[in-house]
């Protein structure tokens, strides 16, 4: 392996990093510019003269696979408790007429 594709490797683990961080702690918004470096950087990798083999792609992949289901769940977890505070709001606001 080229001294080139573990620096590629590593660069890309960083950012998907980078990402992963963001998503867990809510801020997944924030990490739009940073996926945009990591598409370009995956084309370039992929079209460069040494590009990543399959077991590379496939752990990037995974990465990608489980930050992508970490991210739904904070959504899902998000919009629940959205849904709750509108249930208690139209709850609060009910009993306050009677």
């Not at 490797?9 to 998503?23: F, G, K």
């Not at 995956?42 to 990465?63: F, G, H, I, Y």
């Amino acid at each position: 392996m080229a001294l080139e594709q573990i620096s590629k490797a590593e660069y890309i683990n960083q950012l998907l990093s980078q990402i992963e961080v963001l998503v867990q702690s809510n801020k997944a918004d924030d990490a739009t510019p940073i996926m945009a470096t990591l598409n370009s950087e995956l084309k370039r990798w992929c079209e460069s003269d040494n590009p990543p083999n399959a077991e590379q792609l496939m752990a990037v992949q995974t990465n990608i696979n489980n930050i992508s289901k970490q991210a739904n769940a904070v959504k899902n977890e998000s919009s629940k408790a959205i849904i709750k505070q509108k249930k208690t709001g139209k709850a609060i606001s009910a009993y306050k007429s009677v």
